[in-house]
């Protein structure tokens, strides 16, 4: 099953954001074990190397090993503009999904997915559906 996995997903692996960690990783775990089904959008790398700074690159190269990035163009740029989505940073986001052929952005932001025309679902939700 594609995927796309949003920013604050690999925000919460990356920053060892404890709350949410569990989960998240358990995410990164499964989408290790199913190659070429997961995806991440190309701005989330740049929202990540602008967070984690000096720590970024290595953790970005570790993710390649196993997920892809989502192809983009002109045309999904112009998709999520079009976008009845009200945040433009998660219709790109959808739009990268969209491109990949996702099933689901697996985020923990449910609600700024509304609108979105690929489902949203929480970590813990996608999980219970692929295990």
Do not use: C
């Not at 404890?18 to 998240?24: A, C, L, Q, R």
């Not at 070429?36 to 740049?46: D, L, M």
């Not at 989502?70 to 998660?90: F, K, N, Q």
């Amino acid at each position: 099953m594609k995927v796309l996995v949003d920013t604050d997903i690999l925000l919460d692996v990356a920053l060892g954001r404890t709350e949410f960690f569990d989960d998240s990783a358990a995410v990164l775990i499964w989408a290790e074990s199913h190659p070429g089904q997961a995806s991440v959008a190309w701005h989330s790398f740049s929202n990540i190397a602008y967070l984690l700074k000096s720590d970024a690159r290595g953790f970005i190269e570790d993710l390649l090993h196993f997920v892809e990035v989502a192809p983009v163009r002109t045309h999904e740029l112009r998709l999520a503009l079009g976008s009845p989505m009200t945040d433009l940073e998660d219709a790109m986001q959808v739009a990268s999904a969209i491109s990949f052929g996702a099933r689901h952005v697996i985020t923990r932001n449910l609600k700024d997915y509304r609108g979105s025309a690929v489902p949203a679902i929480k970590p813990k939700a996608f999980l219970a559906l692929v295990t």
